[in-house]
């Protein structure tokens, strides 16, 4: 609870200074997207401070960063997780709802590891469009900047941007065009970020029509246990590979 209300009082200066002021940035003021940001909700805040204390732990190898899909692997996800992530000494950093602007401001107030950790798998921006506010090409310049505040802080880490999963069951569906054009985006920006590679695994999801099943993902947005199992395997390589 101390913790919280520290977090809490910290979030009122960010609020008073403005958040480029208070993290040393220069934000795009037409971008949210890219303009760090948190959320005025406890149990946000109380999440924080435990992901803190984990990753003041000395074995953290693997970040799986995201938003509720990743976050789910702490509940539908669970069993998927203990066999392919938790022996890889993973820490989850997805928190339900959050769009890049957030994971930015977690990321600014994450301790600094002495021990870079080996690898990071990032897969955010679906809350930034559809539902959101923001357009495709606003939303890739945040996950984009998120690539590049995880190099800076880790260089040698190996950064794994996953394109967003598919939305809706139908293809013609305006959320899967919008996450179409959102990942269609992305392999030019971050193709300069030294140690960040990106894998669209989306298609897995779907079958030949582009259908998204309710077995795969029954409320068409997030990964049933199937869906976790589909998404595990389909990296498994690339861990392997960042990992060793």
Not at 98 to 124: C, E, F, G, Y
Not at 159 to 176: E, Q, S, T
Request: aromatic fraction near 8%; charged fraction near 25%.
């Amino acid at each position: 609870m101390v913790l919280y209300r520290a977090f809490y009082f910290l979030t009122v200066v960010l609020l008073l200074v403005g958040p480029g002021d208070a993290v040393g940035q220069d934000p795009e003021p037409d971008n949210p997207a890219v303009t760090p940001q948190p959320r005025l909700e406890e149990w946000w805040f109380e999440r924080h401070a435990k992901k803190i204390g984990e990753f003041k732990k000395e074995n953290v190898d693997l970040l799986m960063v995201g938003d509720s899909i990743t976050h789910n692997f702490e509940s539908v996800g669970k069993q998927v997780w203990e066999k392919s992530f938790a022996p890889r000494n993973a820490i989850n950093l997805g928190f339900g709802g959050d769009r890049t602007n957030h994971v930015l401001w977690r990321l600014d107030h994450l301790p600094k590891r002495k021990q870079s950790p080996k690898a990071a798998v990032v897969m955010i921006g679906t809350n930034n469009i559809c539902w959101g506010s923001d357009q495709p090409r606003e939303a890739a310049l945040g996950v984009q900047a998120i690539a590049k505040k995880l190099h800076m802080d880790y260089p040698d880490m190996k950064i794994l941007v996953l394109g967003v999963f598919p939305r809706r069951r139908k293809l013609d569906h305006p959320h899967r065009k919008q996450v179409m054009e959102l990942n269609a985006a992305l392999p030019g920006l971050l193709k300069t970020i030294p140690n960040v590679s990106f894998k669209d695994i989306g298609d897995q999801f779907l079958d030949e029509n582009g259908f998204l099943s309710e077995e795969m993902m029954p409320d068409t947005t997030h990964p049933s246990e199937k869906g976790h199992q589909v998404w595990a395997a389909a990296i498994e390589a690339d861990l392997k590979e960042m990992l060793k």
